[in-house]
């Protein structure tokens, strides 16, 4: 069993930065590929990036390539999204995953464990 728990979200005016963190706990975290995803009132939820167990292979969405910044510390059992450039579009629910088996997951179906999510809102 894997627990995450996220941490970081919050209002922001369109233009600005928010920083997330998703501490995880029980099963070895050095052995998990980690994501995050996001999912607005009405849609689907939607992959945003993902990191590799070690930390050296990331993946990102189109949409936030280039603003978003994925990493982890594996001594902390914590990965972390640093957004950047933040747009009213961005607004959503984010989740914290935690895979294995896959390569790069990127699909949600691809994630076994999640957290209950953070809310960023970007205003206009």
């Known amino acids: 069993q894997v627990q995450l728990v996220e941490s970081g979200g919050g209002l922001v005016q369109a233009g600005g930065s928010l920083g997330l963190s998703c501490a995880a706990s029980?099963?070895?975290?050095?052995?998990?590929?980690m994501g995050w995803f996001r999912q607005a009132p009405g849609k689907e939820r939607e992959f945003v990036a993902a990191?590799?167990?070690?930390?050296?292979?990331?993946m990102y969405a189109d949409s936030v390539k280039g603003r978003f910044t994925i990493s982890r510390d594996n001594r902390k059992n914590t990965v972390y999204l640093q957004m950047n450039s933040l747009k009213p579009e961005d607004t959503a629910v984010y989740y914290c995953?935690?895979?294995?088996?896959?390569?790069?997951?990127?699909?949600?179906?691809?994630?076994?464990?999640w957290g209950q999510g953070t809310q960023v809102t970007v205003s206009s």
């Open positions: 029980g099963r070895s975290f050095m052995s998990l590929d």
């Open positions: 995953g935690a895979s294995s088996g896959w390569s790069l997951p990127m699909r949600p179906q691809q994630y076994g464990y």
């Open positions: 990191v590799v167990s070690s930390g050296s292979t990331t």
